[in-house]
Structures are given as structure tokens and as C-alpha cells.
């Protein structure tokens, strides 16, 4: 592996240990406010912290040229305002459930979104794999130890943090039908901004909240906002210039490990062995259907 590719996989692990303890802040976060307000206020923080990135000019271009015509300008706003609305969807749902559920057992169940975006895309006849099913069988597997009781019941925060995964499938795919169209950083910022006016505007009908609960919510706030939102987004998009896409596929995957870590280690949440079953089942789910094509049908795995 050359220095390039170990510094990039470096970066891409300092991501997922980010994103990996947001869960943990997010936790603490519902102690002190409601799921939208929580959510309005962080993500307003990661737009914020991407707005200097922005007004960097690049190539001698002006940083307010959108390098489209005004119809394209348009497509990439409505896009991005889409995005930011599944984001909403997604987020909402993972805040609310969060609050029932443990953070480790929402990083996992969250991670479900890697499996569910291959089948999302064949409603747009994309061709899937082995790899697809192999994965999602092994995932279903795993919810079930992780979720499902003895009773065949399932928490209501499990159940509100799977369906949060189907929204956060569906931005994905908005992404990487965005991405190479309009600026990544541009669009990042718009569908952040997005997500925090749909946040707020929900806050305002469902929630109440003082002074006093947002200064108790200040330190998990601003590590969901500047940290996970704003620092790791950055953090991904330089290691992605380089890092090789199996790489990137594994490492980010570990997020939802360090989010049971962060339980562990911060919530003191303990995970039963059949939970923990469960989680093994759902990451090699996750892995193996990002990475069927470079193990089994041959293509390199070598970074650089």
C-alpha cells in the first residue's frame, strides 16, 4: 500500500470514529430536547462550518459560478432541496428512535442503508449480485438477533431507526445522482440547510425548549454539528480523491462498531450474546455486499 492510500484509509477511519460516537452525542442529546430541535440546531452548526470551504475559489474561478445555466442551476437546487428532505426523513426517524433505543443498536440498525440502496435501485432496473442478496440475507439475520425478542416483538425505537435507514437508502441514491452534476460541497451545504429549516419548522408545531435544555444539550450539539456534520463530511470527501472504493466500503462500515464502542465506553450499554450475534451478522451483511465484486468476482482490492 503507498503513503497516499495509507494516509487516505487514515483519514476514512478517523471518519467512521466520528460519525461512529455521534450516536453516543446524539443519546445524550435527547435528554435535554426534542428530536427536531436537535437536529435543526446541529445541522445548521455543519452548514455553517461548510460555508468557508465554499468561498474558497478553485482554479481561478469565482466561487459563486455554478459552472451551469440557469435551467441547471435550478435541476441542482431542487435536487439538493430533495436531498436535504430525505435527509430530514432520515435523521428525524434516527433521532426519534434513538431515544427508545441503545446508541450502538442505531448504529447498526442505520448501517442497514448499505444493503437497502442496491434494492431501492431496482426500481430503476439497476442490475444487482450475489453479493446483493448474500448480504441482505445476512443482514435480515442479524436485525432479527439484534431487535427481535424471544417474544417476536420489536422496541419502538428499534423499528423507527430501520425505517430511518430506507430514507437515509433513498439519499444515497439523490447523491450520487447529484454528485457529479453540481459542486460536493455546494451541495452538501444546501441539503444541510434544508434538513435544519424542515428540522425547525417541525420543532416549532411538536416541541418546547428553554434556555437552560439547550445549554445542557450544548456539547452534544455542537459535536453532531461541527464534528460528525461538519469536520467528518470534509474529512470524507479528501480521503475519496484517493482512497481506493474497497477500502473506503470497509472502513466507513465501521462506523456502527464504533458506535457500539461508544456505548459501551460513555452509556456503559451492554450488549447480550445474541445481540452481539446480531451485530456480526449485519456488518458481514453490510461488508459483503459492498465488496462481492473485488472478493469473489476478482477485481483488485490493491489501494492507490
Same mark, same amino acid.
Given at each position: ?16 470514529? +466520528? ?27 455543519? =452548514? ?43 435523521? &428525524?426517524?434516527?433521532?426519534?428512535? +434513538? ?8 448504529? %447498526?440498525?442505520?448501517?442497514?442503508? @448499505? ?29 432479527? /438477533? ?16 430501520? +425505517?430511518?435507514?430506507?430514507? /437515509? ?19 452538501? =451545504?444546501?441539503?444541510?440547510?434544508? =434538513?435544519?429549516? %424542515? ?29 460528525? @456534520?461538519? @469536520? ?5 470527501? @479528501? ?18 462498531? %464504533? ?12 450488549? &447480550? ?5 446480531? =451485530? ?8 459483503? &455486499? ?15
Amino acid at each position: 500500500m503507498n503513503k497516499h492510500a495509507l494516509r487516505s484509509d487514515g483519514i476514512l477511519l478517523s471518519t467512521a470514529l +466520528i460519525w461512529g460516537f455521534a450516536f453516543v452525542a446524539q443519546r445524550v442529546g435527547m435528554e435535554y430536547l426534542g428530536p427536531f430541535l436537535f437536529n435543526g440546531v446541529r445541522f445548521a452548526l455543519g =452548514c455553517l462550518v461548510l460555508l468557508p470551504l465554499i468561498a474558497i475559489p478553485k482554479r481561478g474561478r469565482s466561487p459563486l459560478s455554478w459552472e451551469l445555466d440557469s435551467g441547471g442551476r435550478k435541476a441542482a437546487v431542487r435536487g439538493s432541496l430533495l436531498a436535504g428532505m430525505l435527509l430530514f426523513g432520515g435523521a &428525524s426517524l434516527q433521532q426519534a428512535g +434513538i431515544v427508545y433505543t441503545t446508541a450502538g443498536k442505531a448504529g %447498526f440498525i442505520t448501517g442497514l442503508y @448499505v444493503v437497502i440502496v442496491p434494492f431501492l435501485g431496482l426500481f430503476w432496473r439497476q442490475r444487482t449480485n450475489a453479493g446483493t442478496w448474500t448480504g441482505a440475507v445476512l443482514a435480515a439475520a442479524g436485525l432479527y /438477533f439484534l431487535s427481535v425478542t424471544e417474544q417476536l416483538t420489536i422496541s419502538s425505537g428499534d423499528f423507527l431507526v430501520f +425505517i430511518g435507514a430506507f430514507f /437515509f437508502a433513498g439519499h444515497v441514491i439523490a447523491i450520487g445522482w447529484l454528485s457529479p452534476r453540481m459542486d460536493s460541497l455546494r451541495l452538501a =451545504c444546501i441539503q444541510y440547510a434544508a =434538513c435544519s429549516l %424542515f428540522s425547525l419548522i417541525a420543532a416549532a408545531f411538536v416541541e418546547t425548549a428553554s434556555l437552560e435544555n439547550l445549554r445542557g444539550a450544548l456539547p452534544a450539539i455542537l459535536y453532531g454539528g461541527v464534528m460528525s @456534520v461538519g @469536520v467528518a463530511y470534509t474529512l470524507q470527501v @479528501v480521503a475519496q480523491r484517493s482512497a481506493h472504493p474497497a477500502h473506503a466500503a470497509i472502513i466507513l462500515s465501521l462506523e456502527s462498531v %464504533f458506535a457500539a464502542l461508544g456505548g459501551w465506553l460513555l452509556l456503559k450499554e451492554i450488549l &447480550s450474546f445474541r445481540q452481539f450475534l446480531g =451485530c456480526v451478522l449485519m456488518l458481514s451483511g453490510m461488508l459483503i &455486499s459492498q465488496l462481492w465484486v473485488y472478493l469473489i468476482e476478482g477485481r483488485s482490492l490493491k489501494g492507490g
